[in-house]
């Protein structure tokens, strides 16, 4: 509609300059008609005659103007009617994610727990089902908030130095495992660069292209491979999969495209992806600044290509490894969650792990244990949005408080809004975004408690 609205406007602006010219060349007409004609007469009816002509012109031209400046009053609504609609759907994706996130959540931490109980192996087997099918819920929700976000401009990327070596031998190490099980050769090379980068989306940027030419190569393998070029560093992921063909390399950057059916060159038993990985690459990699190249020969393999400007070695971004997890036997922790299920299944969790728990609902649940003779806790973990607009953090402040010292303290929540990190931060404590997951909490929780 606005493609239209916009032609309309370029053929009346055309009409107008072309009406404009005719006037010109009436007046013109007049200036040489008085000079040539020495008749009082004469030069009367010409003046008349032109005086006509000129003023159909000018109000033919009054009412292409006017149909103008409706049609731009029209674009200007029509723009401000869909920035509306982006926000409102971006907000309804925000306060559904959370909503669907939460019983996800205590889903996950329930078969966690489940797993580390003693089970026959079609059991562990249907657990590993289960939650590999929760993954995938969580992937998506996810997935579909970002796409929402960068579409809506709300992602504001925050450029620092980021040192590369780092970024790609964690995403090796990652990846290595999921390489060697498909018998294919994963290889890291480049220099020790630093780049102007926000680290968070690089990260996944390359995340998603190094899962998909894992995912949809066969044999052979994957190189992930940095060169400077001048005062820019091109970062290349490149398989030897299927490759794509000439009509579908647009197509591949699209929502819920996966090429072939979806499941053409992905491994035996492997699950295919979304469909949503090319869409969020090329809204991240648009968002930075950074060109995104591709470039493929069917039957041969693919290569991606990210080019961005080189940082400077002061104060590079470092990505920090995941502390290796041990056991939590005797750890006092005390929990703080609003929905029954999320803390059930969170107290079994910890408790398998050898943890003394001590879980409540909001602060004045936390101050009548205390006053009942609560032993003072480890670690706290707590969640962010209790009921009636209550927030985890006043419980920190309130234990904190008592105790006259730093408690350590986890917060999670579905929220992803930056004002929520920054508030956890300001505290000195650690954010953890629901659905939890076990392995990650429970390496967070003892590198905290060390």
Wanted: glycine share 8%.
């Amino acid at each position: 509609m606005i493609a239209l609205s916009e032609a309309a406007d370029e053929t009346l602006q055309r009409r107008i300059e072309k009406l404009e010219r005719i006037n010109a060349a009436l007046m013109a007409r007049v200036e040489r008609s008085m000079d040539q004609q020495g008749g009082a007469y004469a030069l009367f009816q010409t003046a008349i005659m032109l005086e006509g002509r000129v003023r159909a012109r000018t109000e033919e031209l009054t009412g292409l103007m006017r149909r103008l400046e409706r049609s731009n009053e029209a674009l200007v609504a029509a723009k401000e009617e869909a920035e509306t609609a982006n926000r409102s759907k971006t907000r309804f994706l925000a306060a559904a994610s959370h909503d669907l996130l939460q019983p996800l959540n205590a889903a996950r931490l329930s078969v966690s727990a489940l797993t580390d109980l003693p089970l026959t192996p079609d059991a562990v087997a249907i657990a590993s089902q289960v939650e590999r099918g929760l993954q995938t819920i969580e992937d998506l929700i996810k997935t579909l908030l970002d796409i929402s976000k960068l579409d809506a401009g709300i992602v504001r990327p925050v450029v620092k130095p980021v040192a590369l070596r780092d970024l790609l031998g964690g995403l090796g190490a990652s990846f290595k495992p999921f390489a060697e099980r498909k018998g294919l050769r994963l290889r890291v090379r480049g220099p020790d660069l630093v780049v102007a980068s926000d680290v968070v989306l690089l990260q996944r940027i390359l995340q998603n292209l190094v899962s998909n030419a894992v995912r949809y190569t066969e044999s052979g393998g994957v190189l992930i491979a940095a060169r400077r070029r001048g005062e820019t560093c091109r970062i290349e992921v490149v398989d030897t999969g299927r490759g794509i063909g000439e009509g579908e390399r647009d197509l591949v950057f699209e929502e819920f495209y996966r090429g072939g059916g979806g499941k053409s060159g992905v491994g035996r038993g492997e699950e295919p992806g979304l469909g949503l990985g090319l869409s969020i690459v090329r809204r991240m990699a648009q968002a930075l600044g950074h060109p995104l190249d591709l470039a493929s020969r069917p039957g041969r393999g693919t290569r991606m290509a990210l080019t961005l400007p080189l940082g400077t070695e002061e104060a590079a971004e470092e990505i920090r490894a995941a502390p290796i997890a041990t056991r939590l036997s005797g750890a006092r922790i005390l929990i703080v969650e609003n929905d029954q299920s999320t803390a059930d299944a969170l107290q079994r969790l910890l408790r398998n792990w050898d943890a003394e728990v001590s879980a409540y609902r909001d602060l004045a649940g936390v101050a009548a244990g205390v006053a009942a003779g609560l032993v003072a806790p480890d670690l706290l973990i707590l969640d962010y949005h209790l009921d009636d607009g209550a927030c985890g953090l006043d419980v920190a402040a309130y234990l904190r408080d008592i105790a006259q010292a730093p408690l350590p303290v986890i917060v999670t929540t579905a929220d992803y809004s930056p004002e929520i990190e920054s508030a956890v931060s300001g505290l000195g404590a650690e954010l953890v975004h629901k659905p939890i997951k076990p392995a990650q909490l429970r390496s967070l929780l003892t590198y905290m408690l060390t």
